[in-house]
């Protein structure tokens, strides 16, 4: 058994266990080869969740929130997830979201499977937020499939302002392979990654049942902390 798989064979059954999940679709995942997961963002803990369901070891663009180690909980929930390994394309100060870019290439180019939040922010109030094109230029520069994924209920687990996690049932919710081949081969276009993109996230509104709003989280988050 790999490290990894060790690892997961310890932290899974207890997450289980505190935070009971239903995963569905999880066979539309390639057993091998590249792919891209593009997930709604309910919460920081969110990877841990989608990394659980996902029989292959997924690899995310790390955020320092995920390692937030301010209380006990917070402390857990981040050293599973230096456990389980899945954060392993580092977003270095001072490094440009393209050189991010070119790191998280590499691992789709490696044939291993990416994590994606395209919101590139929580969910503010629990919609779904307009999709940022990087991922759309991942897909489209690497050829890789995108499969579509829907997050319920980490949101309620731990909140931002919370600091003790609540005991709450979790969704993870996997579709069909979004069909991107009208805009092959279009990479460099603003207006195919745009177009791309918004495919992308009506497939996860499809999945999660969330209102879709044609604003960045970003955004709206700004305008709420003023």
Not at 1 to 15: E, H, Q, R, W
Not at 34 to 54: K, T, Y
Not at 119 to 129: A, C, M, N, Q, V
Not at 205 to 222: D, N
């Amino acid at each position: 058994m790999s490290p990894y798989g060790a690892a997961k064979a310890v932290v899974a059954p207890v997450t289980r266990v505190v935070w009971p999940q239903r995963v569905e679709g999880a066979h539309l995942v390639p057993e091998d080869g590249p792919v891209i997961l593009a997930s709604n963002h309910l919460s920081n803990i969110d990877p841990l969740f989608l990394g659980l369901a996902c029989s292959r070891q997924v690899r995310f663009i790390a955020k320092k929130e995920l390692f937030d180690e301010s209380t006990f909980p917070r402390r857990l929930l981040s050293r599973a997830l230096k456990l389980l390994g899945p954060v392993s394309v580092d977003r270095r100060p001072g490094q440009s979201s393209q050189e991010a870019m070119n790191n998280s290439v590499e691992v789709i180019k490696g044939g291993e499977v990416f994590g994606i939040f395209p919101e590139g922010s929580r969910s503010p109030d629990g919609r779904l937020y307009k999709g940022q094109t990087g991922l759309a230029w991942l897909a489209l520069s690497t050829g890789a499939p995108v499969v579509p994924v829907a997050l319920t209920g980490t949101d309620r687990i731990l909140p931002p302002g919370r600091r003790v996690p609540s005991f709450n049932r979790v969704g993870v919710r996997f579709g069909e392979p979004v069909d991107l081949s009208p805009w092959e081969g279009k990479a460099d276009r603003a207006k195919a990654r745009r177009e791309s993109t918004d495919a992308i996230m009506a497939a996860i509104a499809k999945l999660s049942g969330q209102e879709q709003i044609s604003r960045y989280a970003s955004s709206v988050k700004a305008e709420l902390e003023k």
